[in-house]
Structure formats: structure tokens, C-alpha cells
């Protein structure tokens, strides 16, 4: 696979990395066995997905213990990373509270290395600001976990502008995660970040920053491989509470998403899951998406976006699609 700097070290490291989450959180995973767990996480690295995120939320720690059973072997090949500051308050279903307070931050990176089976994470990601808890406290705290060896960097989940630069001032920002697909282009400043807030143009501070900007869903949780057509989804998985995902929306969506998705694939001799994730890297070299599956074909099929290559014909078809139905 291509690889690219991590900038904020020099780090060179897959151009695309795997998102773990839905191994053991909000989908439905009916039939999926730890052996096959192991089997797609120990794929991904081989495929050069090497930056593997993961975070206390899911599963209520259970993701961070999967990642750690499977790839602390190989932790020298891996990029790893984590998150605190949202925790689950429920399993099933899932049910999500946030918890940015510093004493929490301490106590929550002890349990990550602990379930990961490392000394150190990578990357160390603020999974969402507590409102209850200024910005500034929750990331001084963090900032001490660097010095005390046990983060190497910091990263942010789903903020403004405005809150990286608040961050910022205090401990470098490596990273921003936000969600951004073909249907999701709110980091873009063309929406509110989860919260609500105005995002303003997080793509762009990045990489005006030096920092790496992570698309998680870059397939609109799994809409934009085109493999869910007539799905329908249990009470415990996320989706099932989706507008994007109410059977009216799913059959819009075949004409105004998964058409133009499937005439840029045939172009190209690939499949819609590699065009989705390959366009959310035209913005820039610092973009590093983390698709996530079950499947081994699958993973092979999202790993091929590292190395395609889209034409302004594609990008003018592809920057048209509008999806129906709101994010949340």
C-alpha cells in the first residue's frame, strides 16, 4: 500500500487505516466469531492499513481488549490509537455520556494500555469535548499523559475550528477525526460538527496545522459500498435509528448516491467502496481515511482506494451527489 508522513512525526505509515469499532460496537454482528475478528484486524496490517483505531467507548472496552489479544504481537507494525472522554452508559442499546474530567483522563489511559497490552498509544484522541468540562482542563491532562510517556500524540474527534485552536494553544493537535463521506461533508464547513456547532473548515486547518485530518465512515456506515440494499437492521444496531437508513431514504439513494458510485467504479474496474473512500483523499496528502469492516473481502476491496486515482470527470460527477435524509 501507499504509505504517507504522519507529519506530526515523521511517522510513515499506510495511507489508509482500519477503523476496529465495528468488531464489537453499534452494527449488528450476527455469525462474527473472534476467530474471524483476529483474522480481519491481522489483514489489515498485512494489506498496510497499519494505523488501527480503536476507543474505551466500544464495546465498553471490549474493542481496545480485541485490538490488544490480536495485534500486540505484531505492535512494532502497528500505528495504534485510542480515545477517551466517552464512555458507554449502555451496551445494548447502545448509549453514550461524556466524561472529559482530568481525573478520568488519568484513570481512563491506564485501563487502554492495560486492555491493549502496550506502554504506549500513538495516538490519543479526545473522542468528544465534555460540555461540563472545559476544553482547557481536559486537554491539559492529556498533555501530561504525553509527558509521562504514555501517549506519543493527541488528537481530537468531531470538533470546530475554533475548539482546535483552543486545544491547539496548549498541546500541538495532531490529528482531527471527524465523520466525512460523499454524503457527510460537514468538515468541510458545510456543516455543524456533531454537537451542533459550526464546523467551519476542519479539512484545511489541518493542513494548514500540520495536522492529519481522519475520515471515520468514509463509506456512510456501510451505505456506500452498495452492499445493503434490502438490509434491515436490528434494534441494537445504530442504524435502525438513522433517517439515511429508513427504507424510503435507502431506495432514494440507489439513484442519487450508489448510481454515480457504481459509474465511476465501472470506469475504473473497482468497486463503489474504493471510489467512496478515495475520494474523501482528494482534499490532501494529510487526509488518512479509516474504513472499518467485518468482512475479508471487503477489506481487500477498501484497501484498493489507497492507490486509485479519480479524474476531474469522476470528481465533477462525484461532488454533485446529494444524499437524501439527515445525518442524525
Not at 499506510?14 to 473472534?34: I, K, N, P, Q
Not at 484522541?125 to 486537554?139: A, F, G, K, Q, S
Not at 440494499?229 to 442504524?239: K, V
Not at 474504513?291 to 475479508?296: A, F, H, N, S, V
Amino acid at each position: 500500500m501507499r504509505q504517507i508522513e504522519f507529519t506530526p512525526s515523521g511517522d510513515r505509515v499506510g495511507a489508509m487505516g482500519f477503523g476496529a469499532m465495528g468488531l464489537s460496537w453499534v452494527y449488528d454482528r450476527h455469525g462474527l466469531t473472534e476467530r474471524r475478528k483476529h483474522e480481519v484486524l491481522g489483514l489489515a496490517v498485512d494489506l498496510g492499513m497499519n494505523v488501527v483505531d480503536t476507543a474505551v467507548l466500544y464495546g465498553g472496552g471490549a474493542n481496545e481488549e480485541l485490538v490488544g489479544a490480536a495485534l500486540a504481537p505484531r505492535r512494532d507494525e502497528v500505528f495504534l490509537c485510542s480515545k477517551t472522554g466517552l464512555r458507554a452508559a449502555s451496551l445494548e442499546p447502545p448509549r453514550t455520556e461524556r466524561c472529559g474530567h482530568p481525573d478520568e483522563v488519568r484513570r481512563s489511559i491506564e485501563d487502554s494500555l492495560r486492555r491493549l497490552r502496550t506502554d504506549a498509544v500513538d495516538l490519543y484522541y479526545l473522542h468528544r469535548v465534555d460540555p461540563d468540562v472545559p476544553l482547557e482542563d481536559t486537554w491539559g491532562a492529556m498533555g501530561e499523559l504525553v509527558t509521562a510517556g504514555k501517549v506519543r500524540h493527541l488528537g481530537l474527534s468531531e470538533v470546530s475550528t475554533e475548539q482546535a485552536e483552543r486545544a491547539h494553544a496548549i498541546h500541538p493537535v495532531a490529528a482531527v477525526q471527524s465523520e466525512y463521506s460523499l454524503w457527510t461533508r460537514n468538515p468541510e464547513g458545510s456543516g455543524p460538527t456533531a454537537d451542533g456547532d459550526p464546523s467551519g473548515d476542519v479539512i484545511g486547518w489541518c493542513a494548514e496545522h500540520g495536522a492529519v485530518f481522519v475520515p471515520f465512515s468514509p463509506l456512510g456506515r456501510g451505505y456506500l459500498s452498495g452492499a445493503l440494499a434490502g438490509r434491515e437492521f436490528s434494534g441494537s444496531d445504530f442504524r435502525s435509528r438513522n433517517p439515511r437508513f429508513t427504507p424510503e431514504a435507502m431506495a432514494a439513494n440507489e439513484d442519487a448516491v450508489l448510481a454515480p458510485l457504481r459509474e465511476v467504479a465501472g470506469r475504473h474496474g473497482t468497486s463503489p467502496a474504493a471510489v467512496a473512500i478515495a475520494w474523501t483523499t482528494v482534499r490532501g496528502e494529510h487526509v488518512l481515511p479509516i474504513p472499518g469492516t467485518t468482512d475479508p473481502g471487503h477489506l481487500r476491496e477498501d484497501a484498493a482506494a489507497a492507490d486509485l486515482r479519480l479524474t476531474a470527470e469522476d470528481l465533477t460527477l462525484l461532488d454533485g451527489v446529494a444524499a437524501v435524509g439527515d445525518r442524525y
